[in-house]
């Protein structure tokens, strides 16, 4: 049974397009993460919520917008899709305080041609 | 802030032998510190963690990391590694007390055993 899941595992979309990616955890977690892996592998926060509240909003760009329909769920859509967007994007959870270990996802390949 | 080294991008090893993986990180403020490995196409697992206590910590899959709070490491070591240990292995920090776990990773170590 996954943890945290993702959909879609791989994205092919085109410049400028609007795309969502959708995650899901089974954890019964009250915070939730995406991270951005770039393609030298370099992983970096992008956002986090906890109880559907906004906690963490790292220097992203506002074309990419979070939603939290509620505590199990956190959503990403990005607006006006441009190349530099190629990357593998992680959701995880965890619960709450920093001294408990966040669970990934296994990752949404997006590539933007 | 926190910064995270990982001294060596890339650590060939012989099945069997020993290997070291090193981070050091930086911060103003007391961490939690946390080794996760990603296998090919997956997401990341936790292998293990440092919050507090004994500096020695072991992990799953037989590797174990030491904190030296003087020196502000914590190397991953295995005695004996074996061909599925191939991977990329990433350190990461926490601030203690921060309430939300924001992971600094480091920029990660392939480590590729061969047979």
């Known amino acids: 049974d996954t943890a945290v899941s993702q959909t879609p595992k791989y994205l092919v979309t085109q410049m400028g397009n609007d795309k969502s990616i959708k995650c899901e955890q089974n954890?019964?977690?009250?915070?939730m993460y995406w991270y951005k892996q770039d393609s030298k592998k370099f992983l970096k926060i992008m956002f986090s919520?906890?109880?559907?509240?906004?906690?963490i909003n790292e220097t992203v760009p506002n074309r990419f917008s979070p939603k939290s329909p509620d505590k199990a769920h956190l959503n990403l859509h990005i607006n006006s899709l441009e190349l530099g967007d190629s990357a593998v994007y992680f959701c995880a959870s965890s619960q709450g305080q920093g001294r408990t270990e966040a669970f990934f996802g296994q990752g949404t390949r997006l590539t933007v041609v | 802030a926190q910064s995270v080294t990982q001294l060596d991008s890339q650590v060939p090893v012989f099945e069997e032998a020993p290997v070291e993986l090193r981070c050091n990180y930086s911060s103003s403020v007391s961490v939690y510190l946390f080794w996760y490995v990603q296998y090919p196409n997956q997401g990341l697992q936790l292998l293990l963690k440092y919050l507090s206590g004994s500096t020695l910590v072991k992990g799953i899959n037989g590797f174990e990391a030491e904190f030296n709070k003087s020196q502000t490491s914590f190397h991953l070591r295995k005695p004996s590694v074996h061909i599925s240990d191939t991977a990329e292995y990433f350190c990461?920090?926490?601030?203690?007390?921060?309430?939300?776990?924001?992971?600094?990773f480091g920029a990660g170590t392939r480590l590729a055993v061969h047979p």
């Open positions: 919520y906890n109880n559907k509240e906004l906690i």
């Open positions: 990461a920090v926490s601030e203690i007390g921060s309430g939300y776990n924001k992971l600094i």
């Open positions: 954890l019964g977690h009250d915070t």
